[in-house]
Nanobody
Framework: QVHLVESGGGSVQSGGSLRLSCAAS????????MAWFRQAPGKEREGVAF???????RYVDSVKGRFTISRDTAKNTLYLQMNSLKPEDTAMYYC??????????????WGQGTQVTVSS
């Protein structure tokens, strides 16, 4: 079992930056794939960034070059550095563990979410 808690969301102006964190508790954290998803009002949840156990990463096209996913296994923490934020990045952001890339239904563990709001 893995318990996930996100933090770091907030309100920022367009062009600004935020860093989201996802603290994981439980065993075998380092053996799990991890991902960030987001859901904007009225839209389906979408995968944003994925990191494998070997450190390889994958991003949705809309955030490539602006977002960076990373993990600190010593601290059991997942991060999402978000730069050059745009109003369309406004959403509730969730971290998830133990799934396959951006296939939402494959993820067994989810955090409660942290809100990111970007104003123009």
């Amino acid at each position: 079992q893995v318990h996930l808690v996100e933090s770091g969301g907030g309100s920022v102006q367009s062009g600004g930056s935020l860093r989201l964190s996802c603290a994981a508790s439980g065993s075998a954290y380092s053996t799990y794939t991890m991902a960030w998803f987001r859901q904007a009002p009225g839209k389906e949840r979408e995968g944003v960034a994925f990191i494998n156990t070997d450190g390889s990463t994958r991003y949705v096209d809309s955030v490539k070059g602006r977002f960076t996913i990373s993990r600190d296994t010593a601290k059991n923490t997942l991060y999402l550095q978000m730069n050059s934020l745009k109003p369309e990045d406004t959403a509730m952001y969730y971290c998830a563990a133990a799934g396959s890339y951006f296939v939402e239904r494959t993820y067994n563990f989810w955090g409660q979410g942290t809100q990111v709001t970007v104003s123009s």
